[in-house]
C-alpha cells in the first residue's frame, strides 16, 4: 500500500525555469492537497482540490497553478520558478467527509530555487 | 492571533516521564482536531485525532479537548528517545471544507 507518492524526491532549479511536482494516492480518497513548508512557517497551504474537477486557492497560492488530473493525481506547477519558492512540498489526501477526516501525507519534494 | 498556536519548545523531559504538548485555536467553528508527528527532515505522521470534548486514548497517546477553552493537548506517557521529533496541532477550518490550518509545532526532546 503506497499511500501517497510524490516525484521528484529532491529538484534544484534555476529562476525563471518552470517545473511541476506530481502527486498520485491509491487510497481512493476525494481531497488532495499542496502545502509548502518552511522553518518557523509551519505547514502552509497552497492549493487543494475537494472532489475530482475542482481545486481552489489557499493561504499562499501565488506563483503556483495546479491540476486535479483525476481522482488518483493532482499535480503542482511552478511557471517561473523564484527563489522565494525554495521550500519543501508536501502532497496529501483525505476523505471528504463529515466529521473532517485526517490527512496523510507523501514524503515531500525538497525544492531548491538557485 | 494565529489561528492555531503552539509553544515552539523545545520541550525537554526525561525518559520516562510524561510530556505534554499544548495547542490553542482562534475558530469556534472547528469541528475536527489532530496531532501529527514529524520526525526531522521527514512528512508528518498522524499521531492521533479527536471530535469530541474529554480524553481519547491510543496506547502510550491521550488527546485531551476542551472546546469552550478552545484548546487541545497531546500528552504522551513513559516517553522514549524515539519520541524526540516535532509535534503539530492542526485544526479543522470551520464551514464545509477540510481544509486544515496547523499550528508551527512543538520540538520535544526525551533525554536518556
Known amino acids: 500500500n503506497a499511500g501517497v507518492t510524490q516525484t521528484p524526491k529532491f529538484q534544484v532549479l534555476k529562476t525563471g525555469q518552470s517545473m511541476t511536482l506530481q502527486c498520485a494516492q491509491d487510497?481512493?480518497?476525494?481531497?488532495m492537497y499542496w502545502y509548502r513548508q518552511d522553518p518557523g512557517m509551519g505547514l502552509r497551504l497552497i492549493y487543494y482540490s475537494a472532489s475530482e474537477g475542482t481545486t481552489d486557492k489557499g493561504e499562499v497560492p501565488n506563483g503556483y497553478n495546479v491540476s486535479r488530473l483525476n481522482k488518483r493525481e493532482f499535480s503542482l506547477r511552478l511557471e517561473s520558478a523564484a527563489p522565494s519558492q525554495t521550500s519543501v512540498y508536501f502532497c496529501a489526501s483525505s476523505l471528504k467527509t463529515s466529521p473532517v477526516q485526517p490527512q496523510h501525507f507523501g514524503d515531500g519534494t525538497r525544492l531548491s530555487i538557485l | 492571533q494565529k489561528e492555531v498556536e503552539q509553544n515552539s519548545g523545545p520541550l525537554s523531559v526525561p525518559e520516562g516521564a510524561i510530556a505534554s504538548l499544548n495547542c490553542t485555536y482562534s475558530d469556534r467553528g472547528s469541528q475536527s482536531f489532530f496531532w501529527y508527528r514529524q520526525y526531522s527532515g521527514k512528512s508528518p505522521e498522524l499521531i492521533m485525532f479527536?471530535?469530541?470534548?474529554g480524553d481519547k486514548e491510543d496506547g502510550r497517546f491521550t488527546a485531551q479537548l476542551n472546546k469552550a477553552s478552545q484548546y487541545v493537548s497531546l500528552l504522551i506517557r513513559d516517553s522514549q528517545p524515539s519520541d524526540s521529533a516535532t509535534y503539530l496541532c492542526?485544526?479543522?477550518?470551520?464551514?464545509?471544507?477540510?481544509?486544515?490550518?496547523f499550528g508551527t509545532g512543538t520540538l520535544l526532546a526525551v533525554q536518556p
Open positions: 492542526a485544526v479543522n477550518k470551520g464551514g464545509a471544507t477540510n481544509k486544515l490550518i
Open positions: 487510497m481512493n480518497h476525494n481531497s
Open positions: 479527536i471530535y469530541s470534548n
